[in-house]
Nanobody
Framework: QVQLMESGGGLVQPGGSLTLSCVASGGVISPATLGWYRQPPGKEREWVASTGPHGRTMYVDSVKGRFAISRDNAKNTITLQMNSLKPEDTAVYFC????????RGQGTVVTVSS
């Protein structure tokens, strides 16, 4: 059973930056696809970014050029560097681990507001 723990959320002004981290326990991340979803207030969950076992990264169009996902297999950790944040990035962010089945964390809240 893989468990995921996110951290790094908070309140930031528009144009600011945040770095989210997700630590996995109970399994190694090296063979897995890892990524992030988010769920804005009152809206459906949406996929944000992913990194595959060979390092290929993908992003939803709305965050391309602003967000960067990375993985550290030795530390069983993935991060999401978020720059040039906008109010519409406000959401609960969940990390996920996908290898044979999918696991998700409990989420961390990101609020972008002045």
């Amino acid at each position: 059973q893989v468990q995921l723990m996110e951290s790094g959320g908070g309140l930031v002004q528009p144009g600011g930056s945040l770095t989210l981290s997700c630590v996995a326990s109970g399994g190694v991340i090296s063979p897995a696809t890892l990524g992030w979803y988010r769920q804005p207030p009152g809206k459906e969950r949406e996929w944000v970014a992913s990194t595959g076992p060979h390092g290929r990264t993908m992003y939803v169009d709305s965050v391309k050029g602003r967000f960067a996902i990375s993985r550290d297999n030795a530390k069983n950790t993935i991060t999401l560097q978020m720059n040039s944040l906008k109010p519409e990035d406000t959401a609960v962010y969940f990390c996920y681990y996908r290898h044979h089945r999918e696991y998700r964390g409990q989420g961390t809240v990101v609020t972008v507001s002045s």
